[in-house]
């Protein structure tokens, strides 16, 4: 897909991530604002994903095409717009999330066959390990498909996330690609100052990963490009992390560069003014 | 009294290897994990045949248990091993959302479970691993009671689509059950009819129950005794059948008595058939170092604490 029709899908997942927001007063439209290059860069253009006669289908065990693990569970919104717009269930079904018998549950679970999920995850640091799995098992069927797995920079002070980081070049896991979402922001403030990573690309560096960065994690072009890049690293024993410099709130101004909107819900006035600077390129659901 | 005999004393863990052995010959898409523990885990001959389908996972259990739970994604049946403190406490979370949770295909295998794995001490011993796994909505708990038994509910959990913990020990005891018995889970298995008390143990236990049935028998009192391997799914249909002839039970398990077997067939008591029940279990405390028969005795585990059980539930029926 071009670039400029990545954009246009990007724009209407954001409208999708605020008002899903908005519609139950809750969830976290922060990250998913930021991520949303990343998720469909990855879904429209990337991934080589399973389809009958053109449209997309989905099976819990995934041979023979690419997986995306979602570990920071909190940035559900992005994601579901992302499913729905690829296919993988109506978009109408983006009216009901976080709400009471939804399957889009407020973070991510297999427990309501939501076409495109395979893992619970929200409870941080435990992602990267599944995706670990997932490659592994890959493998062993000798499956050339390749695992993504997205995690957030808050989330890299999880103990298990060190673990997984050093399996993974130990066991050269290299069809695997993970992201870290270096928004410098978590629940509490700033990341340096709630509890500072340092320098995260040199932590991956000594485990043994092959580390690569997308500076501009906001720009399609340069997202597709970085995917690119990662994608044509692997297969040489070692794994890749991509450390993907997004802002927080992207897209929407009020919301961006801040902690505040990590985990908040717009109201009607501040709805209406996100959806001003979001053209509705697909149809709102 | 039925007569047990023995010709060997084997280690429950033993069993556990020798059924992923098989597993190993059998079953091209079992896979093994372990934490550091592999001669622990009896897990050399399964390695040796099958290199390729070993996951060395270092002293890394919750990293462990993520990567069980992503490689049933492409149909893999991962077995992780571990002692069973940190198979459960140390990885509840993981063990939540990854696996239970989402409903994925793990085997959760541990050994060294309860007071018998002796002088390490208190920090090794869990006592609570039962209460936790079976409350987690799915997962299936078995606590088999010798080696021959041991070895195949590990062949078993392999046909079983759904999360399982399988829980074993250290010490040697004997081998009593049937070296090609069919291991059915959810099922329990009648060791004696008797008509004065029920003795349902698991585990370890079971030998210690068999052991007091002789000496209740010695002493005019007719033991039924009772072996739930598979904790949850609880076989209640047993024994509701076995208390309805007894009206009185005796609960036997290597675990706190808080949240163990003794609650789960407490519940089935209170919601069915109301009759006396005594605990045989730890009495909500952690363990200490201490030989297998040491720790038995001195927590109130052994046969001489099952009979004077036995004697208390029968002297309260009505």
């Known amino acids: 897909m071009e670039i400029e029709q990545l954009e246009k899908v990007a724009s209407q997942v954001r409208r999708d991530i605020v008002r899903m927001v908005h519609g139950c007063q809750s969830g976290h439209p922060g990250g998913s604002l930021g991520c949303t290059e990343l998720l469909v860069a990855l879904y429209f253009e990337r991934m080589k994903l399973k389809e009958n006669d053109g449209k997309v289908v989905f099976d819990m065990d995934g041979r023979d095409e690419d997986l995306f693990f979602l570990s920071n569970g909190h940035i559900s919104p992005v994601w579901y717009s992302v499913l729905a717009r690829r296919g993988y269930f109506p978009v109408s079904e983006l009216a009901t999330f976080r709400k009471l018998d939804s399957r889009l549950q407020g973070h991510p679970t297999t427990h309501e066959h939501l076409e495109g999920i395979r893992i619970a995850s929200g409870s941080l640091g435990q992602g990267l390990s599944v995706a670990l799995g997932a490659a592994t098992a890959k493998k062993l069927n000798n499956d050339k498909g390749i695992v993504y797995v997205l995690m957030g920079d808050g989330e890299q002070q999880e103990g298990q996330v060190w673990e997984a980081a050093t399996f993974a070049p130990h066991h050269q896991v290299d069809n695997l690609i993970a992201f870290i979402d270096l928004n410098g922001q978590q629940i509490d403030g700033p990341t340096v100052k709630v509890m500072n990573n340092r320098d995260l690309g040199a932590k991956y560096e000594a485990f043994g990963w092959e580390v690569i960065s997308i500076e501009e994690g906001n720009d399609m072009a340069a997202v597709a490009k970085g995917l690119y890049e990662a994608k044509g690293r692997l297969g040489h024993g070692r794994p890749i992390m991509v450390l993907l410099h997004t802002g927080m709130g992207y897209g929407v101004d009020f919301m961006m560069g801040s902690h505040k909107w990590h985990g908040v819900a717009p109201n009607d006035e501040q709805l209406a003014a996100a959806l001003a600077q979001l053209d509705e390129t697909l149809g709102d659901y | ?318």
């Open chain 2, 1 to 318: 009294m039925k007569k047990y005999t023995f010709t060997e004393k084997k280690d429950t863990r033993s069993g556990f290897g020798a059924g992923m052995h098989v597993l190993g010959q059998q079953n091209p898409n079992v896979v093994a994990l372990c934490a550091d523990l592999v001669g622990s885990l009896k897990l050399e001959p399964f390695i040796k045949e099958n290199p390729e389908r070993f996951i060395q996972c270092g002293i890394s259990e919750a990293n462990m248990i993520g990567v069980s739970a992503g490689l049933t994604i492409g149909g893999k049946i991962p077995f992780a091993t571990t002692f069973a403190n940190f198979a459960t406490g140390r990885v509840y979370d993981q063990i939540r959302q990854s696996v239970a949770y989402s409903n994925k295909n793990v085997k959760i295998c541990a050994s060294h479970a309860g007071l018998t794995l002796g002088e390490d001490g208190a920090t090794h011993q869990i006592l609570e691993d039962i209460g936790m796994m079976k409350m987690l909505p799915g997962m299936t708990v078995i606590n088999p009671c010798d080696y021959n038994q041991t070895k195949a509910a590990t062949i078993a959990i392999a046909d079983h689509e759904g999360p399982v913990y399988l829980r074993f020990g250290r010490p040697v005891i004997p081998v009593f059950t049937d070296a090609d018995q069919k291991f059915e889970i959810g099922k329990a298995w009648m060791v004696n009819e008797g008509t004065d008390v029920s003795i349902i143990a698991t585990g370890h236990m079971v030998w210690e129950a068999i052991q007091a049935g002789e000496i209740l028998e010695a002493d005019g009192i007719n033991a039924e005794i009772i072996n739930i391997h598979t904790i949850k799914p609880l076989d209640e249909e047993a024994i509701l059948k076995s208390v309805e002839k007894t009206g009185c039970v005796v609960t036997a398990e290597e675990h706190n008595r808080i949240g163990g077997l003794g609650d789960s067939v407490a519940q089935v008591l209170v919601k069915n058939k109301l009759v006396p029940q005594e605990y045989v279990a730890v009495n909500d405390s952690f363990g200490e170092s201490g030989t297998p028969a040491q720790l038995l005795q001195k927590y109130g585990l052994d046969a001489k604490h099952i009979v004077e059980a036995a004697k208390r539930a029968i002297a309260r029926k009505q």
